[in-house]
């Protein structure tokens, strides 16, 4: 029985040491190509929309921490079930080990931009991992443990010797494990550390966002989102490897002249700077997925005319990012005079290496899987006709303007308040559609009363709204909708997020206590 255990701790230990080096040897290659990290990508490739959905309601951002805790969950049950099988015959432990990699090692090579160099932590995880399980295997043969302490009889050293041996070997492959998977995650934090750049003045600056409702709505959200507090969404477990000076943008496909530019080609272009409120399609009614920053880039029409689009047949913008993920932008909505960028700089400062650095694009009044590519590195001129991106290969739409929606932040659903004097406050978008002209609040399904809003940043950029009210105790419901400046009101009917954004109205109840 001990034997058994014994065993299955020895497949854990040794694929823990065999992912650890794989980590490891992944940080100075491809990070993106360690063994977990592969799995884990394809596995939100493979992942069913509906499941995706859910899993982000669920789990919030939370949900790729999630999920690679269950891929290695569930590698550990191979390995344990490894362990057991090398104990009866030590070939087929192994060959179940150098399976798992061996799926690893694919996922990995199957990755849209990946190269032959990519099998190489699934390689080391492979040789590291079954290795480790040779050398467990072989020092508990060299006299087996069935006592549960060291008998006293004649072989009675030579057994707490042996014993002591295999504690030795499995202390020092754990602590190897740790120390590789902790080098593993330095190096790539240390590769992908922000770079020191002094980013130009804008040619066309943004006028000075006014102060909004911060000071005044205690638990509203800030009139404009601070970088580290913006929402991210995106397909990756790891940051992408990339420096300024190693990157370039290129304009190819049905273009008059494929065109690239570098980094300091951008910077060297005049740059204008806005006010954007960025928008999940994933964002639920009442729901945390959007952001509203100060966005510093070159406008995406002297980019394409640089490469000439005047007898272009294309109807889709197909960007392709640093791993070859690709987001289809409608063209003639990207081109109809908005303020498409590709943008460089947020809230004063280059982009972060999660929202994009080193360039991305930014649409106005689209939501952002269908226009605000992060880590681009090709804009190609297509038709949908032709080209599928990652998302519409999921029956996503192609064409999705956000939605007008509002959103009350305090007081907090399910709280409990003070009665007597409150405020009711939040935030209505309707990015590209006038901006928002109203909000209306309802308490307890009663009139819609007029909300009092906060400043305006410009119609691609959300607004602020309160509304005082006397809580009296007992429990309330309270409900908002907004109104465009193109005088659209948010609907009630209700849609989920896929496949074009949900709609509906957000009510929530507190207690006044
Ligand atoms: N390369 C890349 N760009 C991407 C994505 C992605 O998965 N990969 N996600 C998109 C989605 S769905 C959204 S909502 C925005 C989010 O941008 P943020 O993370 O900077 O807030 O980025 C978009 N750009
Ligand atoms: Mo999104």
Redesign the pocket.
């Known amino acids: 029985m001990r034997n058994r255990f014994a065993y299955a701790g020895f497949g854990i230990l040794a694929t823990l040491v065999g992912v650890a080096t794989g980590h490891f040897v992944a940080s100075l290659l491809n990070p993106s190509s360690s063994p977990v990290l592969a799995v884990g990508s394809q596995v939100i490739d493979l992942t069913p929309t509906p499941m995706k959905e859910w899993a982000i309601r669920q789990f919030g951002t939370h949900d790729k921490t999630i999920l690679v805790g269950s891929v290695f969950l569930g590698v550990l049950v191979f390995a344990a079930i490894g362990g057991l099988l090398a104990r009866k015959r030590f070939v087929l432990g192994a060959a179940l080990l150098v399976l798992l990699v061996a799926i690893a090692g694919y996922t990995a090579l199957s990755r849209p931009a990946a190269g032959v160099q990519d099998a190489i932590p699934a390689l080391a995880t492979a040789v590291v991992g079954v290795g480790a399980l040779w050398l467990l295997d072989r020092t508990w043969r060299r006299a087996p443990l069935t006592g549960s302490a060291p008998s006293e009889d004649t072989h009675g050293e030579a057994r707490g010797a042996s014993r002591r041996g295999v504690l030795v070997a499995a202390g020092a492959l754990a602590a190897a494990a740790a120390v590789l998977g902790g080098a593993g995650r330095w190096i790539t934090s240390y590769r992908t550390r922000p770079e020191n750049i002094d980013l130009p003045a804008a040619k066309d600056p943004a006028p000075k966002l006014p102060a909004g409702l911060d000071e005044k709505v205690p638990g509203i959200s800030p009139f404009r989102t601070p970088t580290k507090d ?7 477990l790891t940051l992408p490897v990339v420096t300024s000076q190693g990157w370039s943008l290129t304009i190819d496909g049905d273009v008059d002249n494929e065109v690239s530019f570098s980094y300091d080609d951008l910077l060297a272009m005049d740059l204008m700077e806005r006010d954007i409120t ?5 964002n639920d009614v009442g729901g945390k ?1 959007l ?1 509203a920053a100060r966005w510093l880039g070159v406008p995406l029409k002297d980019l394409l005319d640089k490469a000439g689009i005047d007898s272009t047949k294309a109807d889709q913008l197909l960007s392709t ?1 640093v791993d070859g ?1 690709t ?1 289809g932008t409608p063209l003639d909505v990207a081109l109809d005079g908005r303020d498409s960028m590709i943008a460089v700089g947020m809230n004063g400062a280059p982009l972060p290496r ?3 650095f080193p360039a ?1 694009m930014i649409v106005p009044g689209l ?3 269908v226009s ?5 590195t090709r804009m190609t001129l297509t038709t949908y006709a032709e080209q599928d991106s990652y998302w519409t290969k999921k029956d996503w739409a192609t064409d999705a303007p956000i939605k007008i929606s509002s959103r009350i932040d305090t007081p907090k659903p399910l709280s409990t308040i003070d009665p007597g004097r409150t405020v009711i406050g939040g935030l209505a978008w309707a990015q590209h559609q006038g901006g928002i002209s109203k909000v209306e609040v309802r308490v307890d399904g009663g009139a819609w009363q007029e909300a009092r809003m906060g400043p305006t940043g410009g119609q691609d950029y959300w607004r602020q709204w309160y509304l005082p009210w006397t809580a009296e105790k007992g429990q309330h419901s309270l409900a908002v909708r907004a109104i465009s400046g193109d005088d659209e009101k948010q609907t009630a009917a209700r849609a989920t997020p896929f496949p074009d954004g949900s709609s509906g109205i957000q009510e929530i109840v507190v207690t006044v206590a």
């Open positions: 913006f929402y991210r969404v995106d397909t990756r960025l928008t999940c399609v994933s997925y952001g990012d993920m987001i999660e929202h994009g991305r939501y952002g899987f605000a590519t992060k880590w681009i």
